[in-house]
């Protein structure tokens, strides 16, 4: 097997005109051969054996060049028919109900059980986690709900949305949230050479730092410090700071927080009234807020990857960041309008 019904430029051709990358291993390999090159020095250069080079060279003269592609169908065969990984795709598609009448996510063992339960294969959970990627499935994080939450309450607030955006043209719709920053960062994770020991330093303080934040359908956002607590005066004293800087009537909405429903607050809404319309979100519902978005925003491109000296140097980073940070998220796709 000497490769001699070949050019040289035959297999460089082949090589340009291949798009498959074992294809080019291959044929690249018979180049080497063709250029003098013994194939057991191939096979030492390609990490393969000495038979498998003859096997190729062997394949090119009886089949020709175009035989080096890889053939379908090789590999191990699914225990499973056509029909069993329709039925076991339809079943992953739908969430596992529990006992609470909530529902969980498929796990890799849940789907080698039901297939051991349905039709009597075993699998390992390797095997199992390709066969579940072969159908279209993908591993993804779910998205942490609360069991309080009702659906339809959601969904009147929704509407209800729509109502007063029509019936209030002059407002400005304000959504509204409070957080705390830390001085020491909570991220763990970081880039490394692998089997190295990074270490995060943090100095054990649990001071912080509490903030009101306003975001505007115009993707403004203003925020306040509210000092050691979060509590009714703290909140009305930043919702007063926000009416000076904005100077139009305001149409907030605000989560279920204790301090948000109080005596006196409800008495500060009562006595504005003529600037200032109230809407609660339903419970349980973070994700319709779209304040929330700017603290992960914040966390993710400052406190969370680093520890600050003290309140002072926190605070200032904190305004710096916000003053340059544009946020651009829409308030229309929290709320639906």
Known sequence: MSLEMFTTSDVATAICSSCDKNEKLKLQALLLVKNGLSPAKVAEDFSVNRSTVHRWMKRAEEEGLSSLKCRPGRGVKSFLTEEQLSVLKKALSEPIPTDDG???????????????????????????????????????????????????????????????????????????????FYLDSNRSKCWAIKGSKPIKFISGSKTKINIGGFYTENRDFYWYDLGIKKNTDSFLKSLIKLKKDIGRKIFLLLDRATWHKSKKAREFFQNNKYWLQILLFPPATPDRNPT??????????????????????????????WEKHVFTHKMSHYLKW
């Open 102 to 180: 909530f529902s969980r996510g498929w796990q890799t063992k849940d789907a080698i059980q039901f297939v051991r339960e349905k039709f009597g294969i075993s699998y390992s959970k390797s095997r199992m986690r390709q066969i579940i990627k072969n159908l279209g499935f993908s591993r993804i994080t779910c998205r942490p709900q609360s069991k309080r939450r009702n659906q339809a309450l959601t969904n009147e607030f929704i509407a209800e949305i729509k109502k007063k955006r029509l019936l209030n043209p002059d407002y400005l719709f304000v959504t509204q949230d409070e957080s705390s």
């Open 292 to 321: 929330e978005y700017c603290w992960k925003t914040t966390r993710e491109e400052l406190t969370s990857i680093k520890s600050f000296k003290n309140i002072k140097v926190l605070k200032e980073e904190l305004d710096e960041f």
